[in-house]
């Protein structure tokens, strides 16, 4: 059987390793860059113009496009890796039809802002996309230690556990260890969630918290996740979760502890006093727990889960509560 075609939209960072991965897997790709210029730069010096520029690329593996359409039409496998504020955007001008037989994997970890739901329901409703043909790409890893070649681990997520594990098989390399579950709709809220939680976290790291108050907030957002996560309607039947691993709790903590974690480096400026529009312009990248920590609120009022630590985020970047006196209120009820 011929190998499935693999197609990568995005160009940040994550795609970046994403592409990475693939390619050190020895499978040509193909690859979406939403400007010329850049395509010509990497062509030429085999390296992203903008992002983890020490990465290398053996070029005659990629076939670059600037067109998602073209991207589409020649690829079996889509993975999408672009930030959800941008997903709209990027599938501009497709249609169910070219989606028909596809497989989409979301690397995505975020909510929709816009519509305050997740990219499979996006899909569904755009393009009567079948749950059955998407898959999730996730885990407790960073681009920069992908691209180091550190050792990683990736959860993929699927309804179809077998079509899964062929999907994961892709990604297996020296330095990528993979895992299948068939949660795919509870792993893309954790990822959501621990982005919000990282980013709390560096709101105590900015207000001077120590260690300590560190582990116990993490101890304490894991627990309200775990919560959260029970709260989702799941299709079908979920093979028995374990919210220790690490595609749930791996990486929670490696996003609140990692210097890596644009989250918590958005949150600390924020306890150090920043706006959030200074932070954003600072941080020049998208943190996905700002837009999703609104998000979760507005999912939340269908489940009415008790998310204490999410609340006082959110009135810290939407409500301009002040950190300081908003953390003085989390101190009280960590446990």
Not at 7 to 36: E, F
Not at 92 to 100: P, R, V, Y
Not at 166 to 187: H, L, S
């Amino acid at each position: 059987m011929e190998p499935k075609k693999i197609g990568i939209i995005g160009s940040g960072s994550w795609a970046t390793a994403i592409a990475k991965i693939v390619t050190d897997n020895h499978q040509t790709i193909n690859w979406w860059i939403r400007q010329a210029a850049n395509i010509d730069y990497f062509a030429k010096r085999h390296h992203n113009p903008h992002y983890l520029r020490n990465t290398y690329f053996d070029v005659s593996k990629i076939n670059f496009l600037s067109e998602v359409k073209q991207l589409i039409e020649q690829s079996d496998i889509i993975i999408i890796a672009v930030p959800s504020i941008h997903i709209e955007a990027s599938l501009t001008g497709i249609n169910e039809s070219m989606l028909k037989g596809k497989q989409i994997i979301s690397a995505v970890k975020g909510v929709m802002p816009k519509h305050n739901i997740l990219l499979h329901e996006y899909l569904k409703k755009e393009f009567n996309f079948p749950l059955e043909q998407y898959f999730t790409l996730l885990g407790p890893s960073h681009a920069e230690e992908v691209a180091a070649e550190q050792l990683s681990y990736l959860t993929f997520s699927g309804l179809d556990l077998k079509a899964t594990e062929t999907i994961a098989q892709c990604f297996e390399t020296e330095y990528i260890n993979v895992r299948v579950n068939n949660d795919v709709i509870g792993v893309q809220y954790a990822g959501v969630a621990k982005n919000i939680y990282a980013l709390g976290a560096g709101i105590a790291h900015g207000l001077e918290y120590g260690d300590n108050f560190l582990s116990v907030f993490i101890a304490n957002a894991a627990n309200e996740m775990q919560q959260l996560l029970k709260s989702i309607k799941q299709p079908g039947k979920v093979d028995l979760v374990n919210y220790d691993s690490s595609v749930y709790l791996g990486d929670l903590l490696v996003t609140c502890y990692s210097l890596h974690s644009r989250n918590r480096t958005f949150g600390n400026m924020i306890g150090k006093g920043y706006s959030v529009r200074a932070a954003e312009l600072e941080l020049n990248m998208v943190a996905e727990g700002y837009n999703a920590s609104k998000c979760i609120m507005a999912i939340n009022k269908n489940n009415q889960v008790s998310l204490p630590i999410i609340t006082a985020i959110y009135e810290i970047l939407w409500e301009g509560h002040d950190p300081a006196e908003a953390f003085k209120k989390i101190e009280m009820i960590l446990v």
